[in-house]
């Protein structure tokens, strides 16, 4: 959809937005996740012929399939606990929120643990 169209959905979208969240705060979070969605859909579409390209180059340096997966795998976790976050801000639960990104450091530690485990055996290895 390109970065543009995906941009002017989201401003067209703020107005309605807006005035629903006087109303009916419920339906502004339904039409902002809906939108979400879309944007999403579209970025994961865009991303995914670059992250053939990000493979082939990584493959192409040397570097092992399981540290790529590591490093999109975080790169993910991060996104997405910064739009549920976002969403848990707009739903108006600022505690929801910081749990959402306490659970998404977490996850992300967890996710990077092989990654670390790597690190440490090549470390020792000199030693």
Avoid at 2 to 28: H, N, S, W, Y
Avoid at 45 to 68: D, K, M, N, S, W
Wanted: proline share 3%; hydrophobic share 60%.
């Amino acid at each position: 959809m390109g970065l543009l169209k995906l941009a002017a959905l989201c401003a067209i979208c703020v107005l309605p937005v807006t005035l629903l969240r006087r109303k009916t705060p419920e339906q502004a979070l339904l039409l902002t996740i809906a939108v979400l969605a879309v944007v999403l859909a579209e970025c994961l579409a865009e991303a995914a012929p670059l992250l053939e390209e990000l493979r082939g180059l990584f493959q192409r340096a040397g570097v092992e399939t399981a540290h790529i997966s590591v490093l999109l795998r975080t790169t993910a976790a991060a996104l997405v606990t910064r739009f549920c976050a976002d969403l848990c801000r707009d739903g108006g639960s600022q505690a929801l929120a910081s749990a959402v990104e306490t659970a998404g450091a977490a996850a992300s530690l967890l996710i990077a643990l092989p990654l670390l485990k790597a690190v440490v055996t090549l470390l020792t290895g000199f030693f």
